[in-house]
């Protein structure tokens, strides 16, 4: 049923080459339009404090869907002629419904660049637009049962069905996606370079599987991920250290969207989450500050020290005592374990933070609780262009550990891999 | 196949009627955020100076594309078990590519509110994101034979088949309807208006073709316009005289290609079109200064008098003489016709106008060629609010004609009229 010819991976890749050179040309030449439009940034680690032009994901996500909706007739080239009789509509809808999703979530995205949506806006249209998705995973799979780890199938049988459950998994990995990838963030290039990663190791699991049993799953992803990370390279062009442009929430709902369609209606959702592992440790580390058990400024980036031109941990200035109790357990065991900087200030300075109300209680800075931060604790001071790079070698090197979980190490916990 | 039961239509009104009071509250309550992104505008036909809001559109078509996400499901209850054997996807694939071009759109028209995009730009994504519409109009529908009026079936034949030129006209269909609505604007609640008073007409001819022959299309049609008549009606309380906000391109775009799709899939588009006779007629008297037969100022809206608080025609003023051979028949047939208002400016005024240059050329001032300016020619100065109510009367009276064509002077054209 599917057209298995070669052909249209080539058209999909030249579509996207076209689409690339395209955004080379338009990313400079709409700078100015955004920057008209008050959609600019000031880069906070960088001494001139000229206007960035924020949100230019929405150049790349626009080509990304140029591209897919030239692209969508070709791999039913050979249907077209049969109409009703044997076309393949579930392969159709496919498309449809991942292109409505992804549409949907760069048009949040583009409107929370510009509106600065709040939380509750961010977490209903997401939800409600994988609607479409879970109802074609429902027709075209609809598989909710998932292979027990071998330790654990004394206890439940090799299989479990989790019915409900797998369609609410799958409806929160869209959000969790999303949001992983935009909390990872805050140096030059280190968005999109994480996203072209991830991309990569999708794409190269998919190339892997290509030749198994679910030849139709992978070749489908292979038609969005290839048009995302091809696209996606303008912009980590422009974005790399010194940034001319930020890329924006847009691009981060763009990526983290594209990859949630495809592993979703790939089925490969457990393996994609393999190569979100960075995205997870900064999620879990962020965790006691996301739930303000210990205070979250609003920027928590690195923070740019003007006379070394050198990035060191950003600081989170509280007093001890005013943290509640589960705070204060967090923080004792996080000190413990040297996962943060921490420095007690004199008690001079502890009254001027104190906003008036003369205390005496001593005060602390500890490193806020990001990935980013947690290297700057391991290397030292460094430059922000290096910073990237260590943080897309330990997104290589997590991917790779990836990859020995899902085809080494899978082999000891469950009896048989695909 | 189709679910018949008439409970999805009561849902879609439910939650239409939800969202629509979700919008009362939330339009309202972005105001701030939206003049805080720089996205406002001032109403140059009031005296206050106030700034406006703009954009709003936005809000309703989110709240449109979430009563559709958590509607689509339901149409199919019937089928949800019997999954693969005998589902209904054309019809979901049908609400999937409805919805992703208009998802497009909404996101094409907020680019726009918020950078200005160009001709260009606007043309490119439209036409490509009516890629998967006609797609779906290929393999569910695929006719492009039209019914020759009969006067001229002697040359052509009873039926005459378009082939690619019927796709052609489709996908110029969705630019034609986002643009014409978008010309004929420029006072307070006259953009939701018209886009209203037209979905009302969509909707009575989809309820009297309901009995008909094509019962799924006319349903599909009113899935789609029920919640968009419902959704607007916020913004035309807010946009109505005196604005407190602005409905922005967004709102044109979406309301434009929410039309274009229940035509196109509902396949009566050229029903739909003779709902647009206002959008035509404004659309052809634009035409000279369009294509800059006659010089185009940039706002052609009606001219505030603070004065008399009225609203009068605006001006374009230029030398006859200065015009191109194709402008000045134009002018002359406008002048004889009695189309235009034109007056002779004296001679010194000529010269303020005349930028330096100290030329003895006559100038003239002519009213802009919009259908706004007209009825101002027609009834002389008049109130805003009044404006509006004439526009959108003018808009009635032209859709019950469209239905006195379509089913009372059609059977003089056509033999038979379904
Ligand atoms: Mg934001
Ligand atoms: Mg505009």
Redesign the interface.
């Known amino acids: 049923v599917w057209y298995v010819s070669r052909s249209p991976m080539l058209l999909n890749i030249t579509l996207s080459l076209t689409a690339a050179s395209v955004g080379f040309q338009l990313i400079p030449a ?1 700078r100015e ?2 920057i ?4 600019f940034g000031i880069d906070l680690n960088k001494k001139t404090g000229e206007k960035v032009a924020e949100a230019q994901g ?1 150049v790349v996500a ?1 080509l990304f ?2 591209v897919m ?2 692209f ?2 070709f791999p039913f080239a050979a249907s ?1 002629t049969n ?2 009789e044997s ?1 393949p ?2 392969q ?2 496919e ?3 991942s ?2 999703s992804i ?2 979530m ?2 949040l995205g ?2 929370d660049d ?3 949506l709040r939380w509750r806006h961010k977490l ?2 997401p939800t ?2 994988s ?2 998705l879970l ?1 074609v995973y ?2 075209n799979i ?1 598989r909710t049962s998932v292979m027990v780890p071998l330790p654990l199938q004394p206890l439940f049988g090799e299989w479990i069905d989790l019915g409900f459950l797998y369609y609410a998994y799958m409806g929160s990995l869209a959000v969790f996606c999303t949001n992983a990838i935009n909390i990872l963030a805050g140096i030059n290039g280190v968005e999109v370079g994480q996203s072209m990663v991830i991309g990569a190791s999708i794409i190269i699991n998919n190339i892997i599987q290509l030749s198994g049993d679910h030849t139709h799953h992978h070749r489908f992803s292979l038609y969005l991920m290839v048009p995302f990370l091809i696209v996606s390279s303008p912009l980590l062009y422009y974005n790399w250290y010194p940034s001319k442009v930020f890329v924006g929430d847009t691009y981060c709902y763009f990526a983290g969207m594209t990859f949630s369609v495809v592993g979703i209606l790939g089925h490969f959702s457990k393996t994609m989450l393999l190569f979100f592992i960075p995205q997870v440790l900064n999620f879990v580390y962020s965790l006691p500050q996301l739930f303000r058990l210990i205070p979250c400024p609003r920027h928590r980036m690195p923070k740019y020290n003007p006379d070394t031109g050198l990035l060191e941990t950003s600081k989170a200035v509280f007093a001890i005592a005013e943290l509640p109790t589960a705070g204060k357990v967090v923080f004792k065991v996080l000190t413990r374990l040297r996962l943060v900087e921490v420095v007690t200030l004199p008690c001079e300075e502890s009254n001027k933070e104190g906003k008036n109300k003369k205390t005496t209680e001593p005060k602390v800075a500890m490193s806020n609780l990001t990935l980013i931060n947690f290297i700057l604790i391991l290397v030292g001071p460094t430059h922000e262009a290096r910073l990237t790079w260590y943080v897309l070698v330990l997104q290589v090197l997590c991917n790779v550990f990836g990859f020995w979980i899902r085809y080494g190490a899978a082999g000891w916990i469950y009896k048989e891999v695909s």
Chains 1, 2 share one sequence.
């Open positions: 709409f339009s955004f008209t439009a008050h959609l929405v626009a869907l140029m909706f030239l969508i007739p077209w109409r009703r076309f509509f579930p159709l809808m498309f449809l419904a292109l409505l549409c949907c760069i048009f583009f409107a510009v509106l600065n209903i249209l409600l637009a609607i479409p109802m429902w027709l609809g």
